[in-house]
């Protein structure tokens, strides 16, 4: 339902406390007391009520000032709405995973969706049925303008830096690996920088990126990898990879994937090249988000212990 706006310009939410609080307390002294008011203050008070509500509201009767009809119709249905109004303004509830409800949409990379999220759904089922996940592809020229579009929630990239909005939190540092097929490039690793130089290489590249981590070492040593295609999604390479000759250069989450399902060999990358800072994104606006920082949470600790694991 969309509100009126002019429905409430001469509506005071202290006019319904004080009435709220003359209900209970039957006295105008009382109520005074109660709302640390002086008497003119609360009796001022009820006149705007009675004008508001067209109705006397309160009639005294002895010592005590009895509700009318409309005063108990009124009290019967604003308190529910002021009580509700006062847990949400100043206590706000706490976050129960296993009851919330909220779809999330998280920006990734194809390649951090197909390691990352085979493991990470059934968590997140298991211990938040009520949340929806929505994956859009992680982009390093968009991201940060979907984040402050509300486009996506949150995103893991290997971005750096940013504008001040944008909050981030590191998960991991990923090596990279190389992998070929046997059967279409006859090695054996561990490959030496002359091996991975012969064969044609399949690159991942965002847009125009430019020349990679590889390709700048490899530059600076007046050397150059032969990148005899270029594509977007790292999902496309495992099918190349078995289908002709040559090398990829991947992040080494998907080696023990692509290895067990396409039969591929694999090798340290024989250039020095340090691993990328994986992290985690998101929008300042969202740091009180309580569904966010769970899931925040998640992701975090779980590829801490996915690290723990790999140093082990």
């Known amino acids: 339902m969309t509100i009126k706006e002019n429905d409430f310009r001469k509506i005071d939410l202290n006019l319904l406390v004080a009435f709220a609080v003359l209900y209970r307390e039957q006295s105008v002294s009382l109520a005074a007391d109660k709302l640390h008011l ?16 067209d109705d006397p509201l309160f009639i005294r009767s002895g010592h005590r ?21 006062q847990s949400t303004l100043f206590h706000p509830s706490d976050f129960n995973p296993a009851t919330a409800k909220a779809t999330i949409t998280l920006g990734m990379a194809d390649w951090v969706e197909t390691w990352l999220m085979p493991v990470l759904l059934p968590l997140i089922r298991q211990q938040a049925p009520g949340i929806q996940l929505s994956v859009i592809a992680s982009d390093p020229f968009t991201d940060q303008a979907n984040l402050e ?6 995103v893991v ?3 750096e830096g940013g504008p001040r909005w944008l909050e981030s939190t590191p998960l991991l540092a990923m090596p ?7 059967q279409q490039v006859p090695l054996n690793g561990p490959l030496t920088q002359d091996d991975y130089l012969a064969w044609p290489h399949f690159a991942v590249s965002n847009r125009e990126a430019g020349s990679s981590q590889v390709d700048t070492r490899l530059a600076k040593q007046g050397l150059a990898r032969q990148i005899s295609y270029t594509t977007p999604h790292f ?3 495992p099918g190349l990879l078995c289908s002709q000759p040559g090398i990829a250069t991947v992040p080494a989450a998907l ?3 692509w290895q067990a399902h396409w039969g591929l060999s694999t090798s340290p990358v024989p250039v020095a ?3 990328a800072q994986l992290t985690l994104s998101w929008h300042q606006r969202h740091n009180s988000d309580p569904a966010l920082t769970w899931l925040r949470d998640l992701v975090s600790n779980h590829l801490a212990e996915y690290s723990l694991k790999q140093a082990a």
């Open 38 to 53: 002086g008497q003119p203050a609360v009796s001022g008070s009820l006149a705007r009520l009675r004008e508001m509500f």
């Open 65 to 85: 000032m009895q509700p009318t009809a409309r005063a108990d119709a009124l009290h019967c249905e604003l308190m529910p709405l002021l009580e509700q109004l």
């Open 149 to 154: 579009g509300g486009e996506m929630d949150m």
């Open 157 to 159: 990239n290997m971005a």
């Open 176 to 182: 990279f690996v190389a992998l070929w097929h046997p």
């Open 235 to 237: 999902a496309a390479l």
């Open 255 to 257: 080696a023990p994937l």
């Open 273 to 275: 090249i340090p691993p």
